[in-house]
């Protein structure tokens, strides 16, 4: 029987260098996305798919993170006092129970392998999500949700995966499948930014992961990888060909790489543009522009 996944871990400890000079004074993770944090949408999808306990892997300077999801008591009672019931919702969902979130520190930039590695005394002996706010996806059923589905299905390591064109391959880590069930691949290798026309696929590993425990072993071996890092996908590698494996799923939704500046506005436009009370208004001034 598989167990069922109700910890996820969001690597949070990068210094957002892309995002600067905003950056310099807040965390990337809290930058705002229409109206909400980017953090604030992947910790949306993990509850939306059953997560219950919530591991930040952070760093210096990432105390505004921390203190996003704490309650904010003076703001509260202003709210309550002026009958705002409707903006009380809106921050009642940014507040986190007692002890559902706990944080470590990354104390050496040395990559997502090792991020996620510090958290191991968190994890235990059970399966665990990883979600890297960086990938915002719009979706009807959370990503993560659709994820841990099939996960209950066949256990073992499961990459979320999504089509590429062949030209932009060489900017992601590429799945070899043996196999397909549906939208379930199963993966026989993995190459990390093939060279163009060298991919064995068009499928990309984006941020999202569900991991055996065995995968934190492998990480406490794995010796520094490309770019002098401990990679992620080195270790969840050393898990393929062994019972139950590993998969990917083609998960159903759109991707928005918000690590970088052209995708973050790209998301801001989409998530625009679906809110009901923004949307139509939004529609017009985009369709009243003038665009060279």
Not at 66 to 90: I, N, S, T
Not at 252 to 275: I, S
Request: aromatic residues 6%; proline residues 5%; charged residues 25%.
């Amino acid at each position: 029987m598989v167990k069922p996944v109700t910890k996820a871990v969001f690597p949070v400890a990068g210094l957002g260098t892309r995002f600067l000079p905003a950056t310099k004074s807040i965390p990337k993770e809290i930058m705002t996305l229409v109206d909400r944090p980017l953090i604030q949408y992947a910790i949306d999808e993990a509850r939306g798919a059953g997560i219950t306990d919530f591991i930040f892997v952070t760093s210096r300077g990432k105390s505004a993170l921390e203190d996003y999801f704490d309650r904010a008591p003076e703001l509260e009672h202003a709210l309550e006092a002026k009958g705002k019931d409707q903006l009380m919702q809106v921050l009642e969902d940014t507040n986190m129970p007692s002890g559902a979130i706990s944080y470590v520190r990354q104390q050496q930039a040395m990559g997502l392998g090792h991020a996620v590695w510090c958290a191991r005394r968190l994890i235990g002996d059970e399966p665990f999500a990883v979600v890297l706010p960086d990938d915002l996806i719009a979706a009807d059923e959370p990503v993560l949700a659709q994820m841990i589905e099939a996960h209950n299905e066949i256990g073992g390591c499961m990459m979320a995966a999504m089509e590429v064109e062949p030209d932009k391959a060489s900017a992601y880590g590429i799945l070899d499948a043996e196999s397909r069930d549906g939208n379930v691949v199963k993966v026989k290798g993995m190459v990390e930014k093939p060279e163009a026309g060298t991919q064995p696929s068009n499928l990309a590993v984006i941020g999202r992961y569900i991991l055996t425990p065995q995968v934190l072993e492998n990480l406490h071996e794995t010796g520094r990888g490309a770019g002098g890092e401990i990679q992620l996908t080195d270790a969840i590698a050393q898990q393929i060909g062994k019972d139950p494996g590993v998969s990917g799923l083609i998960f159903d939704g759109e991707r928005f790489d918000c690590g970088n500046k052209g995708g973050f506005l790209q998301a801001t436009v989409a998530f625009g543009m679906a809110r009901d009370d923004l949307g139509p208004e939004f529609k017009e001034f985009l369709r009243g522009l003038k665009l060279d």
